[in-house]
Structure formats: C-alpha cells, structure tokens
C-alpha cells in the first residue's frame, strides 16, 4: 500500500511541479520490479506522466522485462546532476543500485491496511 502511494506520488502532477522530473523515473524504473503487481502497475501509470513517449501498455497488463529496460534506459538520460546518499546518485549521475538495495532490505514487508 505505501510503495503504491509514493509512486503514484511521484507521477503526480502537483509533485512533478514542486519537485522537478527529473529524479523521478530511476525511482519508478526500480519499482517495476516490486513483488506486488499492483506497485508495480500504478509505478508504470506514473512514468506514463514523466515519460510520454513510454510505450503504451493494453489495460491490465503489467510491464514486463522490455519495459522494465526501456525505464531504466529511460531514467538514465534524464539522470539529474547531483549524487549521494541524500539522492540516491553515484558520482556518475546513476541511480545508486546498492544504496537503493540497502533501504528495501531495510523495509518492513509486514501488511498493513490503510483504512478511509
């Protein structure tokens, strides 16, 4: 529920104003890779809004291994120009793979609900 949350947060439009759009899709590259489908569905709707030219997906289906390349060569080119901990960057401009790895194993994988 809250990896879902965060990425459709980073495909929202609001967001993608106050923060940029450039950082955002090494992050949603990554969560195409998430074990539970429906991160990684709502992780390709939001690099539909970064990425316009993303290739389009009939409903219901989920990226799968060729998407998951185009997102991360994608992300690369827009790579922004910082790098880090606090951006998740190696000097090169690239997403820090094992900085990211570090925080998912990091992660509490117990369910939660999220009530209304």
Not at 37 to 47: C, G, N, Q, T
Not at 60 to 84: F, M, T
Not at 94 to 111: E, K, M, T
């Amino acid at each position: 529920g809250v990896r879902a949350l965060w990425a459709w947060h980073l495909g929202w439009a609001p967001a993608r104003l106050a923060g940029g759009t450039r950082w955002q899709a090494a992050l949603l590259a990554e969560a195409l890779v998430d074990p539970y489908p429906a991160v990684r569905a709502v992780a390709w709707r939001s690099l539909l809004q970064l990425l316009p030219e993303a290739p389009r997906l009939p409903d219901g289906v989920l990226p799968g291994p060729d998407e998951q390349a185009w997102a991360r060569d994608a992300a690369r080119a827009l790579a922004p120009d910082r790098s880090g901990d606090a951006v998740l960057r190696s000097s090169d401009g690239s997403l820090d793979h094992a900085r990211v790895r570090a925080l998912q194993a990091d992660r509490d994988p117990q369910p939660i609900t999220l009530a209304e």
